[in-house]
């Protein structure tokens, strides 16, 4: 059966943490933490299949969102601001005057309570918070629980709800880096994407409120191919990134949990199958120049060393017509799952 461990792991301005290890019948281990809901490591067989930390202290400093629970809008908003019944709400900016992932102080920040439990088939931590009216500039008292499922099957299920006492707009999504080889990085790895069309972005990435196909670009996926096998062409989309992040809309959305992502390792032959609810997936993977930010350990992070695949509404939603609404009304319960399964 399933068991989960907790141990006392260090205190931050937020408050003090805990750090829980979630162990499976086939004895592979998913640890996260309350602070930020951050997911730190994923041993498989003993491999470590995630960018992380070994102490709540490094996660303090500088780094990219390594394996948080982002929040109450994961991803952009054009300009920190948005209209909602015809009132404008300003959000605090901390993206080149954008907002990304929630703001300056993010859900990522906070910590979070938390509760375990266990069945035969997963070992369960289910976290929550309440995120006050105007918190970051957002209407509504918004309340919010993750529930984090690790399963007999090397299945990562999550489980996002949220409730609101205002409108408001939601878009939860975690942020954990993937590197399932044993390479320094990806770009070998191979990637399928269940995705015809992909959200070009303006030179502060914000979308232009359109989604093209990806058929004879560098952003078709939909036939596996190597990660790294069109990431320097010449694109005008991939130069504002040096390499990919953006959004693809995933085919044949109805809000059912279906299969959109597979990454697979030639050289171990380990692969991992994606699902979700949600109508769109932000690809990363992690353009930082060497060196830009550190991993565990204390070795710096290699351009390309992960892939994120961040499951969300488009980028910048509220301010996008084209765009399916992350509205959430009083009464609604704002409800997404997506599954990282290891096989």
């Given at each position: 059966?399933?068991?989960?461990?907790s141990t006392e792991w260090g205190e931050s301005p937020a408050g003090k943490a805990t750090l829980f290890q979630l162990i499976n019948d086939?004895?592979?281990t998913l640890s996260l933490t309350n602070h930020g809901g951050i997911i730190t490591s994923i041993l498989m067989d003993g491999q470590e299949m995630v960018i992380g930390f070994d102490d709540l202290e490094s996660y303090l400093g500088e780094n990219p969102y390594?394996?948080?629970l982002v929040g109450r809008y994961g991803n952009r908003i054009g300009g920190s601001q948005f209209s909602l019944d015809g009132n404008t709400f300003t959000l605090l900016a901390n993206n080149n005057g954008n907002q990304l992932h929630g703001g300056p102080k993010g859900f990522n920040d906070y910590v979070w309570e938390a509760d375990t439990s266990t069945t035969k088939?997963?070992?369960?931590v289910t976290l929550s918070h309440i995120s006050p009216d105007g918190d970051q500039g957002f209407p509504g008292e918004l309340r919010v629980s993750c529930r984090y499922e690790w399963t007999n099957a090397n299945e990562l299920r999550l489980h996002y709800e949220a409730r609101t006492d205002k409108p408001t707009i939601v878009n939860?999504?975690?942020h954990t880096y993937f590197n399932i080889g044993a390479g320094e990085n990806i770009l070998q790895q191979t990637l399928q994407l269940n995705a015809d069309r992909f959200t070009p972005v303006n030179?502060?990435?914000?979308?232009?409120g359109e989604n093209l196909a990806v058929m004879n670009t560098p952003f078709d996926f939909t036939s596996a191919k190597a990660i790294g096998q069109d990431i320097k062409t010449d694109h005008p989309q991939i130069a504002l990134a040096n390499g990919y992040d953006h959004n693809w809309e995933l085919n044949d959305y109805d809000g059912s949990l279906r299969e959109f992502a597979l990454v697979t390792d030639p050289v171990s032959g380990r692969k991992l199958r994606c699902f979700t609810t949600e109508p769109g997936?932000?690809?990363?993977?992690?353009?930082?120049?060497?060196?830009?930010?550190m991993g565990r350990g204390g070795k710096d992070l290699p351009t390309y060393g992960a892939i994120c695949l961040e499951t969300q509404h488009f980028p910048d939603s509220p301010n996008q017509v084209n765009f399916k609404t992350p509205r959430l009304d009083p009464r609604q319960v704002y409800s997404t799952t997506t599954v990282y399964r290891f096989e």
């Open positions: 059966m399933p068991t989960i461990t086939q004895g592979n390594y394996g948080a088939e997963a070992a369960i939860l999504t975690n030179d502060e990435l914000i979308p232009f997936v932000q690809v990363f993977t992690a353009n930082f120049a060497a060196g830009q930010f």
